[in-house]
């Protein structure tokens, strides 16, 4: 696997850049409200739909989660863009006996409480709008390892244009628990439930 190098001058100075390609490609970005719990870590989980997801988890930890972020990437997309490997990116790859390395690497981010990892659950490219949403067995051995006090935030992303020529993206927070309280299976209900209560409450989003 390959490890994050992360260097926080670069990270400080990637911060006002990625707001710039937001602002660029964006109209809005919008986000609910989560209660984000002092003296934990936090195991991001998110819908994996497009190129930009990684961009996304990024400028939330950074203007509302506040906390030093981390991703987890496939190898190969890593290998490709190493420059992500400064700013928090370390790889996983699937098919590959490292697999546990690299889970049990983002176990050991998430027992400082300064830290947020984002992982993608879904393994996989899947369009926003499907109804179902997997969660891969990768979760639960993470959670499982983490040693210290870890909240879970899942999101689930959504992008519209309505009368814009750029689109808008509205992020659907839900808070799933600490690792203290941490059941597999309760999880993967917990977001699928609410995703699919957040593509209906889509319809009717403020533009």
């Known amino acids: 696997m390959i490890s994050q190098r992360s260097n926080r001058l670069i ?9 710039y390609r937001l602002r660029k490609a964006f109209k809005v970005l919008k986000h609910d409200e989560v209660e984000v719990l002092p003296g934990h870590s936090v195991l991001l ?4 739909f497009s190129w930009w997801d990684g961009f996304f988890a990024g400028h939330l930890t950074h203007n509302y989660l506040k906390r030093d972020f981390f991703i987890m990437m ?9 420059f992500f490997n400064r700013v928090g990116g370390f790889s996983i790859n699937r098919k590959s006996k490292e697999v546990v390395e ?9 027992d400082d409480p300064n830290n947020l990892v984002a ?16 969660i ?12 210290g006090d870890c909240q879970i935030i899942y999101y689930s ?7 814009s020529l750029q689109p808008s993206v509205y992020f659907r927070f839900l808070n799933c628990g600490t690792n203290r309280d941490f059941d597999f299976e309760r999880l993967k209900e ?12 889509q319809v009717n989003a403020a533009h």
């Open 45 to 48: 989980l998110c819908n994996h």
């Open 157 to 163: 992303a959504f992008i519209e244009y309505f009368e």
């Open 74 to 82: 496939q190898e190969d997309h890593l290998q490709k863009r190493m």
């Open 102 to 110: 690299s889970l049990q690497y983002a176990a050991k981010l998430l």
């Open 119 to 134: 992982v993608f659950p879904q393994g996989a490219l899947e369009s926003n709008h499907i109804d179902e949403i997997n």
């Open 190 to 201: 917990m977001i699928n439930d609410h995703h699919k209560k957040a593509l209906k409450e």
């Open 136 to 147: 891969e067995r990768g979760i639960d051995y993470i959670v499982k390892k983490i040693k």
């Open 11 to 19: 990270k400080k100075l990637f911060a006002p850049y990625l707001a």
